[in-house]
């Protein structure tokens, strides 16, 4: 079994939609969540990150993180064609944190 | 804050021959530099993790001698390919972060290309 899985999409919204990205994850020590975004060509961009469950708002993007289902989030409110790239989640491979695990990624695609 | 910036974002060399690329944090020290590769609609793939002053850890199946990486200090991290062969043109991209437990900010990447 992977340990962080995601849908790769593409997932293709009209411009305004709420978008949901998810990932669920198999190791249980995992402790803090992170989310990219990537645009073609280019490195990740960091976008949010938390270290506990619940949710964590930061203007348009929303991120939640459920561990007692390993699921986690992150929401994208009045999606904009700016948006679309794709979105990598990614966390500790262990507790030690020396290196992260991403998953594949889903691409997002907002069409104006 | 915490931008790193990777050099350069585009080489095209001919087999044989050797590429450095370099990490630098520009604003802020990285006690860890991490080199991934990444294929066309794939995900990241970590190469090797990089400590100032330290020998970088590789992950299982990259070569070492191929990959040569060097830390010499806590703003700069260089990848050289060595005797690049086509199968290694890619998109190699850097990361680092402060502390341990820091999120990782990356570079633009570079794009190689060996013909």
């Known amino acids: 079994q992977k340990e962080v899985e995601q849908d790769p999409g593409p997932l293709s919204v009209p411009e305004g939609a709420i978008v949901s990205l998810n990932c669920t994850y198999s190791?249980?020590?995992?402790?803090?969540f992170m989310w990219y975004r990537q645009y073609s060509r280019k490195g990740p961009e960091l976008l949010m990150y938390?270290?506990?469950?619940g949710n964590k708002e930061d203007g348009r993007f929303t991120a939640q993180v459920d561990k007692s289902s390993k699921y986690i989030s992150l929401f994208i409110r009045d999606s904009q064609p700016s948006d679309s790239a794709t979105y990598l989640c990614?966390?500790?491979?262990?507790?030690?944190?020396?290196?992260?695990?991403f998953g594949k990624g889903t691409m997002l695609l907002v069409s104006p | 804050g915490a931008v790193v910036s990777q050099h350069p974002s585009r080489v095209i060399c001919k087999s044989g021959t050797s590429v450095k690329i370099e990490c630098r944090s520009l604003?802020?020290?990285?006690?860890?530099m991490f080199w991934y590769r990444q294929f066309p609609k794939q995900s990241l793939m970590l190469m090797a993790t990089?400590?100032?002053?330290?020998?970088?850890?590789?992950e299982q199946g990259v070569e070492k001698d191929k990959f040569l990486i060097n830390h010499a200090s806590l703003t700069l991290s260089t990848l050289t390919v060595t005797s690049a062969h086509p199968e290694d043109s890619s998109f190699y991209i850097c990361?680092?972060?402060?502390?341990?437990?820091?999120?990782?900010?990356f570079g633009n990447g570079t794009r190689l290309t060996v013909t």
């Open positions: 990361s680092a972060r402060r502390f341990v437990i820091s999120p990782l900010h």
């Open positions: 190791n249980s020590a995992f402790q803090y």
């Open positions: 938390t270290y506990s469950s």
């Open positions: 990614a966390m500790p491979e262990n507790s030690g944190y020396s290196t992260l695990t």
């Open positions: 604003d802020f020290q990285a006690t860890t």
């Open positions: 990089s400590n100032e002053g330290s020998k970088a850890t590789y």
